[in-house]
């Protein structure tokens, strides 16, 4: 294991069980991000023949998702704000994060018919809301078990363990449930009951490595100078706190903005990669989980090598390259055929995808004050959300109009490049001395 209290910045002894603890829990959503959304459940299950096709169910998902979005941006502001001044930050990481198990798991009951499209659909775009919610007072706990000069480091293990955590868990899914003709407890393909068990095998995933995060780090303590208000007098709030962050950290407000575009399309690669993979790449059951455990290896080693850069060169650096990077391999993609195609300019899309979301993370991390972390990172997750109908529309969008899935990476792409656009001016954190 690499020693994370190894450098001049190095971390207190008593932190580094926490540090794992809290990693632990993108280790655990892992089972919702990779194994759900990504390369499983929605690639192989929800967007198959089943449910009426790639391209209709696609379409379906997308805006599903983008509705998601919404609710995201109208909540995770005054979630974050509230356990700010509530000190109740750890106990609604495990009630959201208890409530997107409970999602997961009710995939369960989506069976193989179109008319059970829409459910699963809902299920999965209600998990991201959840999941969005609890990652607010999940990131807000990053300043609890770090400092300015290691919050790059501790950041990109937390991402790395995610996409290690995933790898892990796409292995039991495949060799216990996918692979063989009669999986664990005598489960079959009959009925869609192999990926009905994923979904159930993902929630108890989820519940069993939250648990270290809520044993390992305190409860964050009250902000005794934010009184406590009712939920609507939240948003009152909220407004004064942007207005004052327009008038003393305005550039703040510019990243919070670029991000909210930026991070949408990589919301959308984890969200349509493994579907676009299937649809118009030929990828086969086999090809997705081998690919989706190669390019979690690869973006395991971009989020950790973040981690080194942020704290050296600063989160924009990291981020711009990233976006470059991004912008070209899904413009490849768009252009290019066949499965050697996607092998390629795909792993190398995992490659960028970790260092900018960690970078992201950390930007604001950087410009948190104190006792107001969770406030922040609520802006920070409505702002990333407040486009979320971009890239999903976009991509819905370009498929109905040309009628080809093809046509909803080059959707992705455009999110991508305006987002880039929007970061190029924005002024980085000052750097820990």
């Not at 459910?119 to 990652?135: D, K, Q, T």
């Not at 292995?171 to 068990?197: C, E, H, N, Q, W």
């Not at 973040?306 to 470059?324: E, M, Q």
Request: charged fraction near 10%; charge should be positive; glycine fraction near 12%.
């Amino acid at each position: 294991m690499t020693d994370i209290t190894a450098g001049p910045a190095a971390l207190p002894a008593a932190t580094k069980w926490q540090v794992i603890a809290w990693s632990s829990w993108d280790w655990g959503g892992a089972a919702f991000n990779a194994v759900m959304t990504t390369f499983i459940f929605t690639a192989l299950y929800l967007t198959g023949h089943a449910f009426g096709g790639a391209d209709h169910a696609s379409a379906v998902l997308g805006l599903t998702v983008s509705l998601g979005g919404v609710a995201i941006a109208l909540l995770a502001p005054v979630t974050g704000q509230r356990t700010d001044h509530s000190g109740r930050r750890k106990l609604w990481l495990g009630i959201n994060t208890l409530v997107v198990a409970l999602l997961t798991g009710a995939c369960f009951f989506v069976q193989p018919h179109e008319s059970y499209l829409l459910l699963g659909c809902l299920l999965i775009a209600a998990g991201h809301v959840f999941f969005e919610i609890a990652g607010v007072n999940y990131n807000a706990m990053l300043l609890q078990i770090s400092t300015r000069s290691t919050i790059g480091k501790i950041s990109g293990i937390g991402w790395a363990s995610g996409y290690l955590g995933g790898i892990v868990a796409l292995l039991i899914v495949y060799f216990a449930l996918i692979k063989p003709d009669v999986g664990i407890f005598g489960i079959t393909s009959a009925d869609g009951m192999t990926y009905r068990a994923v979904a159930v095998f993902s929630a108890l995933w989820i519940i069993a490595f939250s648990i270290p995060v809520m044993v390992a780090i305190p409860e964050s303590p009250r902000n005794p100078d934010m009184p406590r208000v009712g939920f609507l007098r939240s948003y009152v709030e909220l407004w004064r706190t942007i207005a004052r962050l327009a008038r003393t950290s305005r550039h703040t407000l510019f990243f919070l903005a670029a991000s909210a575009v930026f991070r949408d399309g990589l919301a959308a690669i984890f969200t349509f990669g493994a579907v676009i993979a299937v649809g118009s790449f030929g990828f086969k059951t086999g090809d997705v989980l081998i690919f989706a455990i190669a390019g979690n290896v690869v973006a395991a080693i971009g989020a950790f090598s973040a981690g080194f850069f942020d704290d050296r060169v600063g989160p924009k650096a990291v981020i711009v390259t990233s976006l470059v990077g991004l912008i070209v391999c899904a413009g490849a993609l768009f252009f290019l055929h066949g499965k050697t195609a996607f092998w390629i300019f795909g792993l190398l899309l995992t490659l960028f995808v970790g260092p900018a979301q960690s970078s992201a993370r950390t930007f604001i991390g950087r410009l948190a004050p104190d006792g107001q972390e969770g406030e922040l990172f609520g802006l920070y997750a409505t702002t990333g959300r407040a486009v979320s109908f971009l890239a999903p529309a976009l991509f819905a969008l370009f498929i109905a109009v040309f009628g080809s899935q093809r046509w909803g990476i080059l959707g992705i792409v455009l999110v991508l490049v305006l987002g880039l656009a929007l970061l190029l001016p924005v002024k980085p954190p000052a750097r820990p001395n």
